[in-house]
Each structure stands twice: as C-alpha cells, then as structure tokens.
C-alpha cells in the first residue's frame, strides 16, 4: 500500500493566482480529512468527508478554499485567489471505520504564495 | 471531546524509556485516548490507542490510569529517530466526532 498520495509536495504560486492540492486516499478508506498547519495555529481540521460527502467544512476560513470529492479515490482542494496568509503545510488523511484504528496521513503540501 | 493536557517538551537519553505523560480529567466513558506522534517535515502518525486497559505494539506501551484521568505512553528505548512532537487526543472513535490536535510534547532524544 503507498499510502496517502498528495500532490505536489512543494508549491510555490503568485498572490491572486488558483491553487490546486491533490489528495488520494487509501483505498478503501470511506473518510478524508484536509488538515492545515502553521506555526501560529498548528495543526487544523479544514473539511472531512465520509463516503465522498461533505459532512463538516466549518474550518474552511474562507469562501476562497473550497474542496471536492468526486470519488472514493480523489479529492482536491482549491484556493481561490491565493494570498501570503494561506501559506502553510497542506495535509490529507484518511480512515475507515471513522478512524478507531487511526488516521493515515500524507506527507502534505507545502504552500508558498508570494 | 475531552481536552487534554500535555507538557510542552521533554528531554530523554539514547537508549532510555521516554515516558510522556497526558491529563485528560474530564474524559467521558466512551472516549478513547489516541496518541500521535509527528516527525519533523512529515505527517502525523499514528501510534497507539486505549480505552482502559494498558495496549502495547510494536511502536510503544500507553498506561491508562484506572480513574483513566490521565495516561502515558512509553516507548521502552527511544533513539534519535524519535525525536518528535507527540500528541495525546481523546475522541469517541467510530464516530463523526473531529480528531482535534493540540500543541503536543516536543521530545528531543539526545545522545
């Protein structure tokens, strides 16, 4: 098993430009969570989804960050526009069973906007 | 989910039990005590979890107190590759509730 699968490891993007962050969950697992960490906050929840359905996005920060999962193998999320303050370490994971066995976690996005 | 309380950072020698300790005194009866531990630059990874009973694995022991008010989780010769920011969490598992991170204990291993 490879694990979960993000894409890119490293991205360095332009204040007001599109990013995209990719996410391939252990298959199957039925739960994926977007996680964000910085030195100020720490680790945060972003959104987590269950059998591909939303279920809570309430740490999005903004209209600006939004995330998909259009199947049990992919999810995506998306800033739009970019800004230096979303400049952190983007990490996925996912489970099965809502996790009583634990999480897996990717080895993450680091994000640069400048 | 509870809150948990975690030192902030530790130090233990090469070869040497690391014994990090969690208060959770306002842990319900069907919370869990989850514990992960982060490598610098890398995701969080899971180690180990217990409702009552002490669990041990490959990667380390966790002892729940038997008021389960508090745990520690040891890892029995700790090297230098566990040098690492770890995180005691309690959560209802099986369930939608969040796995919430909190500032966790920086343990420096140390030859």
């Known amino acids: 098993d490879a694990g979960v699968i993000q894409s890119p490891r490293h991205e360095v993007t332009e204040m007001g430009q599109e990013v995209t962050l990719r996410c391939k969950p252990i298959s199957g697992h039925n739960s994926l969570f977007w996680y964000r960490q910085t030195m100020m906050r720490g680790l945060e929840l972003l959104i987590y989804f269950n059998n591909n359905v939303p279920i809570d996005d309430s740490g999005m920060p903004e209209d600006r960050f939004s995330a998909k999962m259009p199947n049990a193998s992919f999810s995506t999320l998306k800033i739009q526009p970019s800004e230096p303050r979303d400049s952190a370490v983007y990490f996925c994971?996912?489970?099965?069973?809502?996790?009583?066995?634990?999480?897996?976690f990717g080895s993450g996005t680091r994000l640069t906007v400048v | 989910d509870a809150k948990t309380t975690q030192p902030p950072s530790m130090d233990c020698a090469e070869g040497r039990a690391a014994n990090l300790p969690c208060n959770h005194s306002t842990i319900s009866g069907n919370e869990y005590v989850y514990w992960y531990r982060q490598i610098h630059s890398q995701g969080p990874q899971y180690i180990i979890h217990?409702?009552?009973n002490n669990e041990t694995n490959e990667m380390a022991s966790l002892i729940i107190t038997e008021d389960r008010k508090s745990s520690t989780l040891i890892l029995p010769h700790a090297t230098l590759r566990d040098t690492a920011v770890y995180y005691c969490?309690?959560?209802?598992?099986?369930?939608?509730?969040?796995?919430?991170f909190g500032t966790g204990t920086r343990l420096q291993v140390t030859l």
């Open positions: 994971a996912s489970t099965q069973n809502w996790g009583h066995y634990g999480y897996t």
């Open positions: 217990g409702l009552k």
């Open positions: 969490i309690v959560r209802v598992p099986g369930t939608a509730s969040k796995l919430t």
